[in-house]
């Protein structure tokens, strides 16, 4: 494997490493923001710790989904895959991966599968 694609890989998987850091320490965040919300506020205070619940509710489930590309990015970064298209296996240009580090499509494939 030549030095740079290696180089290249190893920057991605320190990006991947830090997002996984920063998603974790938001999810132990959770339980904080969940107990402030059970508390007996009055019924408007109610209303918006309700709405901010859904918020926390949505905002926990998406870091968990990413939490999870995230993982299978590493996973394929110690397996050799990484930034290989899992739909044509072309390589994914590296400047879709500087915008998203655990892409699994290259941007054909992924505008491929969502529209159908
Ligand atoms: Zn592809």
């Given at each position: 494997?030549p030095t740079a694609v290696?180089t ?109």
């Amino acid at each position: 494997m030549p030095t740079a694609v290696k180089t290249r890989r190893s920057s991605f998987r320190n990006l991947l490493l830090k997002k996984r850091e920063e998603l974790l320490a938001s999810s132990r965040r959770q339980p904080e923001a969940l107990a402030t919300s059970l508390r007996t506020p009055d019924e408007v205070e109610f209303a918006i710790k309700t709405a901010q619940q859904d918020v926390t509710a949505a905002t926990a489930e998406l870091h968990s989904r990413m939490l999870r590309e995230v993982e299978s990015a590493l996973k394929r970064v110690a397996g050799g895959t990484y930034g290989v298209c899992e739909g044509c296996g072309e390589e994914i240009s590296p400047h879709r991966l500087k915008a998203i580090p655990w892409a699994r499509y290259c941007l054909t494939c992924q505008e491929l599968r969502s529209k159908n």
